[in-house]
């Protein structure tokens, strides 16, 4: 059963677009590279895991146009899991500000729903 630290190491870690295994090894980019990378706004694809629900990808697109209105739900990549108990979300968003990205990534690793995010 997945646990809170499989979770998107957010902010408050220091850390963006990063994530925290079973194993317990940690990666991530630090604040000031990942501002050097992006010249925002850009188009920012997020990977969203959780376990297969028939909602899943209508109540993330939910989540994400909280954050971003012009959100495409229709662009939402899903893949399932080869055994079918998880599926996979790729969800591209128009990302303004780290801080913008941060919010998103925040408010989808709150959401019980949600597995991991990267």
Same mark, same amino acid.
Request: net charge neutral.
């Given at each position: 059963?997945?646990?809170n =630290? ?7 870690m ?8 079973? #194993?317990?090894?940690? $990666?991530?980019?630090? #604040?000031?590279?990942? %501002?050097?990378?992006? =010249?925002?706004? /850009? ?8 376990? #297969? =629900? ?7 697109? &939910?989540?994400? &146009? &909280?954050?971003?209105?012009?959100? %495409?739900?229709? $662009?939402?990549?899903? $893949?399932?899991?080869?055994?079918? =108990?998880?599926?996979?979300?790729? /969800?591209?968003?128009?990302?303004? #500000? $780290?801080?913008?990205? %941060? ?14 995010v990267?």
């Amino acid at each position: 059963m997945a646990v809170n =630290n499989e979770r998107m190491l957010g902010p408050e870690m220091g850390a963006t677009a990063g994530i925290s295994h079973k #194993s317990g090894a940690k $990666r991530w980019m630090m #604040s000031a590279d990942i %501002d050097a990378l992006f =010249n925002f706004p /850009c188009d920012f694809p997020i990977k969203v895991m959780g376990k #297969s =629900n028939p909602e899943f990808a209508a109540t993330i697109t &939910q989540v994400v &146009q &909280q954050f971003d209105a012009e959100f %495409d739900a229709s $662009r939402i990549e899903i $893949r399932p899991s080869s055994g079918g =108990n998880y599926t996979g979300l790729t /969800c591209t968003v128009r990302a303004t #500000s $780290r801080a913008h990205l %941060d919010d998103i990534y925040r408010a989808l690793t709150a959401h019980p729903m949600v597995k991991i995010v990267m």
